[in-house]
């Protein structure tokens, strides 16, 4: 049985991906910053553990207690959205943030797991991203901690792409649609239980050849 580790999986995406994955019979860890409030993760039957992305202490403790612990496939997934202001509201402390977790976050939760995922089979890791990381896509402007945050996801997916691609890994970009969930709000137009089941069929369908690609939930290739 395929086992994942799926990050932010106490509601939204990461949550109906710990459901899907359990209910076709993979083994979930998924990661909860409170595990005391992760009763709907815990419902799936996917191990909780916990992880605040942007707490380098915590992602190494993570790394240490799964160490001896085989994970197939990595789906880095937590993240904050949110569309900030204009220049004249941007702070430092905000940009910082965007980036710790949304960007920062998983390349070091990907360095802390690369024991697990070097002791599993399939040697996948999906990075959870955002159209509106892509610079060719950003035609309106605004959102700029968010948009900045997920193109860094996107660049140092590639990095990962040919660093571990010696080792035989796929590192992928996906895009998940706008998708009601907290984060997407009730106007988006795609359920969470559609986005996931499609971006499961996106990270069950990877070859080599896609690795270091940004894809769409429904497998069109994106623009950087
Ligand atoms: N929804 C959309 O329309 C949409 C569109 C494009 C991309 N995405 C991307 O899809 C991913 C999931 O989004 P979503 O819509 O499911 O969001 P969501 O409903 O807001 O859920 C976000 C998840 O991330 C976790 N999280 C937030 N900050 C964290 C941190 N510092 N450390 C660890 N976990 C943290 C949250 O945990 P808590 O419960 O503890 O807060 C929660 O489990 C994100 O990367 C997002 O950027 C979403």
Redesign the pocket.
Known sequence: MPSYLV????????LELARQLVARGDAVIGT???PDHADALRATGARVEA????DPASVAALGARLAGTAIDVLVN?????GHGGGLPDLTAAELHRYLA??AI?PVLVTQALLPSLRAGRLRRIAH?S?LMGSVADNTSGGAYGYRASKAALNMFNRSLAHELGRDGFVCVVL?????Q????GAR?PLPVAQSVADLLARIDGLTAADSGRFFHHDGRELPW
């Open positions: 990050t932010g999986a106490t509601r939204g995406i990461g909860a910053r409170d992880l605040t992305v942007d997934n937590a993240g904050i959205g977790i949304n976050g959870v955002s895009n998940p649609g706008w998708v969930t907290d984060m997407g988006a």
